[in-house]
């Protein structure tokens, strides 16, 4: 078992930046290959982008590739997502996964946060 807590949302205009962070306590953090979804009022949850147990290999939603970046500290029991020229359809709830059982497979994800809302403003 695992328990994830995000932290790091907020309000931005658009063009700005934001980091979130994912602290997660339980079992062993680099067991578990990380993800962030999010979702908008209406729509339906979208995933955002992962990373792997080894911390080599990363994907990344056409939505945001080039401008969000995801890491993990393994030993800090910790995964971040910086979230650069940010743009008004980025407004939604970010939640924090992890899967024991793989990591580019949304499907996969079976532990979550409790979401941490981001509003990009125009």
């Known amino acids: 078992q695992v328990q994830l807590n995000e932290s790091g949302g907020g309000w931005v205009q658009a063009g700005g930046s934001l980091r979130l962070s994912c602290t997660t306590s339980?079992?062993?953090?680099?067991?578990?290959?990380m993800g962030w979804f999010r979702q908008a009022p209406g729509k339906d949850r979208e995933f955002v982008t992962a990373?792997?147990?080894?911390?080599?290999?990363?994907w990344y939603a056409d939505s945001v590739k080039g401008r969000f970046t995801i890491s993990r500290d393994n030993a800090k029991n910790t995964v971040y997502l910086q979230m650069n020229s940010l743009k008004p359809e980025d407004t939604a709830v970010y939640y924090c996964a992890a899967s024991l059982t793989g990591w580019a497979n949304p499907a996969s994800y079976n532990y979550w946060g409790q979401g941490t809302q981001v509003t990009v403003s125009s």
């Open positions: 339980g079992r062993t953090f680099s067991s578990y290959g």
């Open positions: 990373i792997s147990r080894s911390v080599g290999s990363t």
